[in-house]
């Protein structure tokens, strides 16, 4: 959103004010978002946002454009903190209307509308038609590694599965290209790596399947197909689904990065319905990331998931201020996690982890550093690699709730609630 | 094999060359594939290893078999509060060469306030205790991480090996102690550990110990008991110090040697006192006393390494001696004070005698020598050395030196070169608030051409050795506003100063 900023003063200018605080009255349309700020005045500055621009329009007495009041509105927009509306507020009306008026002037008249309508119709057909021709080209890719067979395939390196990414970058289908990309680790992974192969190229082979038969699978299922090929979730679309409210206690902000791209993982459990969900969020490397959620704390507000998946939300509607988190929640037992996932994969085959709150639970390690979690119910590994010393440290031995992240390969701690305390890990 | 073994040496081949049999696919794979219309090899196998991809993903797997460790025991200190928390994680992770200095401060202060370590911290501070080449701070980590700390240390191999380096071993002195197994079969680095605990409680029986067992150790298994001695040798391990300086093997010899001239009282000290005062004659001419040298004759048993390049034998031989001889025998001998005896070595262009007395100083601890060696007005080149004999000097005396110090690398006014650096280098903290002004005005005021890199190093050591008070800062802040050029390390300093008044007021 700040690339759209004229200057660096603006862009930090803006994110001071990229917080719900100084807003009021804000919503948005798919066309356009607005809002009032308060300001240093008597009155708050009106701001408009047409994102089929995007056009500006602000009160405020600043020559850059975009001011900073609409850049932090797109910013608050992009992190879904503005309600979706059916209609443009009165104050954003009037704008917006002549703003219309003057883009179906040179089309003469009335047809204008249907002429934009069906132009973005071909433009969306153009993009289906293109992944479509990208996940045939896949499919029969991966055949033919099948039938004349995978030996060699852990000496190729990358340069035999590159050029099948860049193709499907190519064919906008950046999900499955991302997918490819991991193949040449598993092809490398040592003894018993065509088992582990073989599992990657079939689960692809699972989503070329269902891309294929699209149109006939539940809507759920459909929207978690086009999302791991790699079709953007809207926002607007995430925010129009059913709003869980509830007080969400932030149990953990994990940072990563991938390509060139910062990825936080926020965990919430909501401390009322005991659901759990994570807000991905991405910035390019080098900029901030999306800092609204801050660990440890609870906040109230209506949280929506992403269609067919339970377990990844953005943040609607908050409803107070962000407060101290005072009771760590209660965890589940391993065997509840396991069936959690279970049902988690039911939903989303190709689901890497999902969040879970374990506890109390016991922490331990072996002498060649790999750690486990265990209760009452049974044991489960932490993924090779990842070594939770602070964890231990933290349990010392006795038992804790863990937020972690649960996936095929065990449970990943991503804090520990010790008594009051919250440990990130 | 399984099924998911088959498919995947199905796969290795080659549905062209090794066809899949659909008839053979049974249990869950089997009912997913035949209810599946017709298709080709590859697209049936693909279908069979998806299923049995996505339950495999589903079903937990299987983790390390080890058991649990028992839980922590309790801890009789409190933890560190957060805000000393979050100062010592930051310190954890500070770039600047003064890093280490403060968190060894942070450190102290948190053992002499009797508090612990927090348990979120603990993996940091270990991690930092088992990769840092400061001892110092590695043992100041150990004497705070508390019951958890060790209880943790206790499950990682890396941050166990600094845990047992910089605690005391624990002894069971009930019964034969040569039955531990850490002494009967445990590393060079265990059996030295152990026995330097031994010692510490029980200096006879490790004696005892030691010398039973000497005639079969390794040269370098001697080599570093003889360290151990080092630390608090006393005339009853002159025994086995003598038996080690007649050794085969050079590397003990000289070590027992190195050892021994800590030992003025040795018999050892004693020839070589005797060797060393032969070689001296003060006479009496023209009013003046004179100290003449005639350089000692080599012997095949000598204990000392060889001469370095440049240096004649026999210079390097005198050298050796009077570093072991005690330093009363040169004023008791020759019935002069240590001022005017180094005069006069200084009159004679006697400098192996000089050099000598500064290692005998610094292994004897004596203040008036040091004092005799630093006042005397020596050859440049020597400064470095004796450098450190500051830090035995009363501190009334010490900024005079320093003062002195400084004027002389200006050749008049104050400046920075090597030797003063030094000379610095070697007082100890906290400086008295004169001593601080002294060198922060020395700092701004210098104009040579070495001052860059001297300006750094003394500004991290106004940062560490400063009083960590608003006084010291306020110094600080006036010299960086009086020089523009050093100003940047001189406010960095400050801020230094600032934040180590921070952390203290954090643990307080």
Redesign the interface.
């Known amino acids: 959103m700040l690339s759209l900023s004229p200057d660096a003063s603006s862009t930090a200018a803006a994110r001071k004010l990229a917080t719900p605080v100084p807003w009021g009255s804000t919503g948005a349309t798919d066309a356009a978002v607005w809002g009032l700020c308060a300001g240093s005045g008597k009155s708050p500055y009106v701001t408009v946002v047409d994102l089929t621009g995007p056009a500006y329009s602000c009160s405020c007495p600043s020559r850059k454009f975009p001011c900073k009041h609409a850049l932090a509105l797109l910013v608050l927009w992009s992190q879904g903190q503005v309600a979706a509306a059916v209609e443009p507020a009165e104050f954003a009306r009037t704008w917006l209307a002549g703003r219309a008026a003057r883009a179906a002037r040179p089309a003469t008249s009335a047809a204008a509308e249907p002429v934009d309508e069906a132009a973005a119709a071909r433009r969306v057909t153009a993009r289906a038609d293109r992944v479509a021709a990208g996940v045939a080209d896949l499919q029969r890719w991966?055949?033919?590694?099948?039938?004349?067979?995978?030996?060699g395939a852990d000496r190729a390196g990358y340069r035999h599965f590159e050029p099948v990414a860049g193709r499907l970058v190519d064919a906008q289908a950046p999900g499955l290209a991302d997918t490819v990309r991991t193949l040449p680790a598993a092809a490398a992974s040592g003894e018993g790596w065509?088992?582990r192969?073989?599992?990657e190229?079939?689960?692809l082979?699972?989503l070329t399947?269902a891309h294929a038969r699209l149109d006939e699978l539940p809507d759920g299922l459909a929207a978690v197909v086009r999302r791991r090929i790699g079709f953007p979730t809207r926002a607007a679309d995430v925010l129009a689904t059913p709003a869980h409210r509830d007080t969400w206690a932030v149990l953990s902000v994990h940072d990563s990065s991938q390509d060139r791209l910062s990825v936080r993982r926020v965990h919430l459990h909501g401390t009322t319905s005991a659901r759990d969900v994570a807000v991905v969020s991405f910035a390019a490397a080098g900029q901030p990331l999306d800092a609204s959620l801050m660990a440890g704390t609870t906040l109230d507000a209506d949280v929506h998931t992403y269609p067919g998946d339970p377990f990844r939300a953005l943040v609607g509607q908050r409803h107070g201020e962000p407060a101290r988190l005072t009771a760590p929640p209660a965890g589940v037992t391993?065997r509840d996690a396991?069936r959690r996932?279970?049902d988690a994969?039911t939903a989303d085959?190709w689901a890497a982890a999902i969040p879970v709150v374990l506890g109390p639970a016991?922490v331990?390690?072996?002498?060649?550093?790999?750690?486990?979690v265990?209760d009452d119910t049974?044991?489960?590994?932490v993924p090779l690699g990842v070594q939770p010393?602070?964890a231990?440290?933290?349990a010392?031995?006795?038992p804790v709730v863990l937020a972690v992240d649960y996936g095929?390969?065990?449970a990943t701690p991503r804090a520990v609630l010790?008594g009051e305390?919250l440990?990130a890990l | 094999m399984t099924v998911?073994?088959d498919?995947?040496?199905?796969?290795?081949?080659?549905?062209?060359?090794a066809a899949l049999e659909r008839a053979a696919l049974t249990g869950v794979t089997g009912d997913v594939v035949h209810a599946l219309p017709e298709q080709?090899?590859?697209?049936t196998?693909?279908?069979?290893?998806?299923v049995?991809?996505?339950a495999?993903?589903?079903t937990?797997?299987?983790?390390?078999?080890?058991?649990?460790?028992?839980?922590?025991p309790v801890e009789d200190r409190d933890a560190a509060g957060p805000r000393a928390a979050a100062r010592a994680a930051q310190l954890l992770s500070d770039p600047d060469p003064v890093g280490p200095d403060l968190l060894l401060e942070w450190l102290t202060l948190l053992d002499q306030r009797r508090l612990r370590v927090p348990?979120?911290l603990?993996?940091p501070v270990l991690t930092y205790a088992a990769a840092t080449p400061r001892q110092d701070v590695a043992g100041a980590v150990v004497a705070v991480i508390g019951e958890?700390?060790r209880?943790?240390a206790s499950?990682?191999?890396g941050w166990q090996l600094v845990v047992t380096a910089h605690t005391p071993a624990d002894l069971d002195l009930t019964g034969d102690v040569r039955d531990d197994p850490r002494w009967s079969h445990g590393t060079a680095d265990e059996r030295t550990h152990w026995w330097s605990t031994l010692r510490a409680v029980d200096p006879a029986l490790a004696r005892q110990v030691l010398a039973e067992t000497w005639s079969t150790l390794k040269a370098e298994e001697k080599v570093s008991f003889l360290h151990a001695i080092a630390g608090d040798v006393t005339v009853a391990d002159e025994d086995v110090l003598q038996l080690a300086s007649t050794d085969r093997a050079a590397s003990v010899r000289r070590t027992a040697a190195g050892v021994l001239t800590l030992l003025p009282e040795s018999a050892f000290a004693r020839e070589c006192a005797a060797r060393a005062l032969a070689t001296v004659r003060l006479e009496r001419r023209l009013l003046r006393e004179h100290l003449t040298v005639t350089l000692p004759t080599p012997r095949d048993s000598d204990p000392f390494a060889p001469a370095p390049p440049g240096v004649g034998p026999g210079a390097h031989l005198l050298t050796e001696l009077v570093a072991a001889t005690p330093l009363t025998a040169w004023t008791d001998q020759l019935r002069q004070d240590p001022r005017t005896l180094v005069g006069l070595a200084l009159d004679a262009k006697a400098p192996e005698l000089v050099v000598g007395w500064v290692r005998a100083a610094f292994t004897q601890r004596d203040p008036s020598w040091a004092l005799a060696l630093l006042d005397a007005a020596t050859p440049d080149q020597w400064a470095p050395a004796r450098a450190g004999l500051i830090a035995l000097v009363p501190p009334g005396d010490r900024h005079r030196l320093v003062e002195r110090g400084l004027q002389a690398a200006g050749r008049g006014k104050p400046a920075l070169d090597a030797s003063a650096l030094a000379l610095l280098t070697a007082v100890p903290g906290p400086w008295a608030p004169e001593l601080t002004e002294t060198v922060a005005t020395s700092i701004a005021g210098a104009t040579d051409r070495a001052r860059g890199w001297a300006v750094r190093e003394l500004a991290g050591l106004l940062a560490i050795r400063s009083r960590p008070d608003a006084a010291a800062e306020a110094t600080l802040r006036r010299a960086a506003a009086a020089s523009p050029d050093a100003a940047p390390a001189l406010n960095r300093a400050a801020d230094l100063v600032h934040l180590r008044r921070l952390t203290i007021e954090e643990l307080s």
């Open positions: 991966l055949r033919d590694q099948v039938t004349h067979g995978l030996a065509p088992a192969l073989l599992e190229l079939a689960l082979h699972l399947t391993l396991a996932w279970a994969l085959p016991l331990g390690v072996d002498g060649h550093g790999a750690f486990w265990q049974g044991r489960l590994p010393w602070t231990l440290a933290v010392g031995g006795r095929a390969a065990g010790a305390e440990v | 998911r073994d498919l995947a040496t199905a796969a290795l081949l080659g549905t062209q060359r080709d090899a590859s697209d196998l693909l279908a069979a290893a998806a049995l991809a996505v495999r993903r589903a937990p797997p299987a983790a390390p078999a080890a058991t649990l460790c028992e839980p922590a348990a979120a603990l993996g958890r700390g209880w943790l499950q990682h191999p």
